[in-house]
């Protein structure tokens, strides 16, 4: 094949801090927002879909402020109304030294892509500790959903005697401590998760190469206190956002341009602020269950360079010998990375199959394997066809997906057919896609736990078991053959980090969406009024991983199922049949008459809208959609169910 030479000017390139990942405006902001719909709800919706576009600073502000204001106009039941539409109110504390004002718009206007809507406040030019005591208590009365702690160098000033370690050490040592207590006591007056943020450098202080090396300088100060950071939140299970990373991304000169600071006392240039939002809201969509979960790639021209149709596997750019090759090897190992975090690999490509599966078991430099995509739809039929058909296999919602296609054409077909599909803008130049794809986060995670993994083994094992029914035919019969045994036990230490996941990832089967942090997790075993259950299931395909938690909270002689979560992998098994049979046991035996529980109705969770009437719950209550349900202990009849349950030795 002739190969197109990798592209030598950088001036055809977006920087990163435009966020060129996502479509070009399509117009002006003004004029868009002069013709949204007069309904709350579609003008919403019609913003949410404006969002998805690269706005600048000055339109994602006019953005976010239209947002509040349709927001404060709203009627009284329109929450339940929007999260019928997937858009969740959530609220955010920004506690910051300097100046943070300006950012409340930006960050309201770049929630709208997540579908969040946001409400922002922001306590500036103040130290954390007194503000928090003095708003305590309605800070306990209406908390937020998350606290930001947004530090920043200029403000934290470390500073010590060059050459001095033990000076050093002391100095990065009582930052670290001084923003952990804040943490601490914004932990304490709001229940609720709080990020933290490593430091950019600091732009006015002088820098030598040998700096990172020499004890007291800006430059070794500020790494020290970030990698200190990073550890001590992940001991106190705060969650990071990394500024220095960011600044790294797009150059510190850039980041923290010195006349905003001197002029307003901004932390960072005004340009940056999209970029600055964008990753914000990553870090709550990770905690809220919406990152990514699946990278669906195209073959041609995108993870080899070539036609495998028309060019052979002999003649596909790929791997060592070529600038195109070498960029096509580098993204297939970026996709290799992501699988080792849980990400799960799919192929949606127009071609013969045969052909194309020639050249994943027989390229010499095919650093991607066929046993590392769990679905392989190749085929001559639309790809937005074939994206949706993986999703209904593999049984995750378009919104988990993105799709990576060299293609603009294909690129557009997708994301006007599958809107809820991440479908990124790449640059002409395929050297320069992985440096693009990367900044866009689409699969953030607020925590990694081994069951990552192993997830495209459990979703490769799920193919197995539907052969399995195939074969069989009969549904009962086929359950049998499974061998199942369901594991159960308490929340523990041991399981902690991997409950917190599954609680803020479960959207579809989640009765309440409510979420809980590790260490709200990790404090309920000590509560008497909590009972709590995690459950694992094994069969002879292998093990399923922890697929399910419940959360049950007693008040009197009664049982309210606070939170009931189940991996959608283990669907039409009998399991949550299995798991109410045991929590009747157990309420049984600490003397409770009965089980109430609540479906709080989202865009998502549809699939559990009967789940207790079809548990022989009876109904007694409904508002907005949301529903109240009951069973008496004493009328429960135990089911012979095709599960074994272990429970841990006492």
Known sequence: MSESPVSMNPSAKLPLSALPWLPRPPGKMRERLASLPAEPLAALMSLQALAQAAWGEADLRLLGRKVSSILKSAPANFAAEARKQGLVRIRILLLSASTASHLSDALIGTAMRFKFLLEVTIAEYEEPEPWLERNRSELKENPPDFVLVASDSRMLKLTSPLDDQAAATQMVEAAIARISRVAEVAAAATGRPVILQTLAGDPDAIQFNMDLGLPGSPRSLADEFNRRLVQRALGESRLVLDVGALASLVGHSAWSAGRYWYAAKYPFATSMIPLYADNVMRILAAQMGRSRRVLVLDLDNTIWGGIVGDDGIEGLALGSGSPLGEAHAALQRMALSLKERGIILCVSSKNDEAIALDA????????????????????????????????????????????????????????????????????????????????????????????????AGFYKANALRAAQLERIGDHDEYLRSLGMTLSIAPFDSAGHKRIAQLISKSNQFNLTTRRYSEAEIAAMPSNPEIFTLQARLEDIFGDNGMISAVICRQSGRSWEVDTWIMSCRVLGRRVEETILQYLVEQARMRGMTEITGRYIPTAKNGLVRDHFERLGFVQTGSKDGETNWQLTIASYGEKNLPLKVALPRA
Do not use: C
């Open 360 to 455: 994943f078991r027989n390229h010499p430099e095919m650093i991607l394997k066929e046993d590392d995509i769990v679905a392989f739809r190749v085929n001559w039929e639309d790809k937005a066809a074939n994206i949706k058909t993986i999703a209904d296999a593999i049984d995750l919602g378009l919104d988990s997906f993105v799709f990576l296609d060299d293609n603009p054409a294909e690129r557009k077909r997708v994301r006007d057919a599958l809107p809820a599909v991440a479908v990124p803008e790449l640059p002409e130049d395929p050297s320069d896609w992985l440096s693009v794809f990367q900044a866009a986060g689409y699969f953030e995670q607020a925590s990694f736990s081994k069951e990552d993994q192993l997830r």
